[in-house]
Structures are given as C-alpha cells and as structure tokens.
Nanobody
C-alpha cells in the first residue's frame, strides 16, 4: 500500500504565493512519476504539473511560468511552488503518484482558495 499526504493549502490573495508539499510512504520503491492535479467542484480533475523520476517536469499551460514542481527522490516527496496566484487557480489540489502498469495513488487533497 501507498499513502500520499499533502500539506500547505490555504487562503491567499491574488498575486500571492503558496507551497504545497506531498510525501509518499509505504511501498514506494517503484514509484515513477509524481505530480499534482486540481479539481473544481462539479468538474473533472485536471493535471497541473508532474515530474517523472529522473525526468523533466511538465506543466499545464495556465500555470507555466508561475508554478514550479520539485521532486526529492530520496524522500519520495514532491512540492509545488505556486506564485502569482489567480482566482482561477482555486480548487482542491491532489497529490498523485504513478507506478508501473498504470497503477496510481492519490492523496486526500488540500484546498487552495485565491480570493481577495
């Protein structure tokens, strides 16, 4: 079993910054990619950013240049630094971990609210 635990969500004003963190524990030896998804109520969960083990990060177009994803393979953790936040960034952010054969795990989510 694998557990993903997020932290760092909250309320921030437009233009502000937040950092989300996620730590994976359990059977993580074959963990390949890690990343973040965002879900707004009533809509599907969309990819924000992901980074494969030993590879380059990829970002959704709306967050390019504002968000940075970093991964620590030794600690099985991933962070998402979010700068210049906009109201449309509001949502529940889920940590995601991908294993071989398409198996994936999710965290419980952390709420990010961007509002004045």
């Amino acid at each position: 079993q694998v557990q993903l635990v997020e932290s760092g969500g909250g309320l921030v004003q437009p233009g502000g910054s937040l950092r989300l963190s996620c730590a994976a524990s359990g059977s993580t030896d074959s963990l390949t990619a890690m990343g973040w998804y965002r879900q707004v109520r009533g809509k599907q969960r969309d990819l924000v950013a992901h980074i494969p083990r030993g590879g380059l990060p990829r970002y959704a177009d709306p967050v390019k240049g504002r968000f940075t994803i970093l991964r620590d393979n030794d600690k099985n953790s991933v962070t998402l630094q979010m700068n210049d936040l906009k109201p449309e960034d509001t949502g529940v952010y889920y940590c995601w971990g991908l294993f071989p054969f398409g198996m994936d795990y999710w965290g419980e989510g952390t709420l990010v609210t961007v509002s004045s």
